[in-house]
């Protein structure tokens, strides 16, 4: 279990108890390298899928197979990714160490 501070929907730190929270940060983690354009990461430049450079494609297969790529770098076991009717991305991913 990865564990770090508990962030808020938007990324930022959460000080809902006026203190900062430890948590399980796997589902962070994936929302972070997702978001991430290759070089916002500073200790890790070439981390990051750039998920709004995807947001015109008509298909989804190379954001997804970006995703996976991305999150086994991270050192994940990606056993499924795939997108709902909404169009939401399903993660089902752990790191190995887990």
Do not use: W
């Not at 929302?31 to 494609?57: Q, W, Y």
């Not at 954001?63 to 009717?85: C, F, H, P, Q, S």
């Amino acid at each position: 279990m990865r564990e770090d501070y508990r962030q808020q929907q938007d990324g930022d730190l959460d000080f809902s108890t006026g203190d900062l929270i430890i948590t399980e940060s796997t589902g962070q983690h994936q929302r972070d390298i997702i978001l991430a354009d290759k070089g916002h990461v500073r200790s890790n430049p070439e981390t990051g899928c750039g998920a709004m450079n995807f947001i015109n494609d008509s298909k989804n297969t190379d954001y997804l197979r970006t995703v996976r790529m991305e999150l086994m770098a991270d050192g994940m076991k990606v056993k499924k990714i795939g997108t709902n009717n909404e169009g939401t991305i399903i993660i089902d991913a752990e790191y190995e160490d887990n």
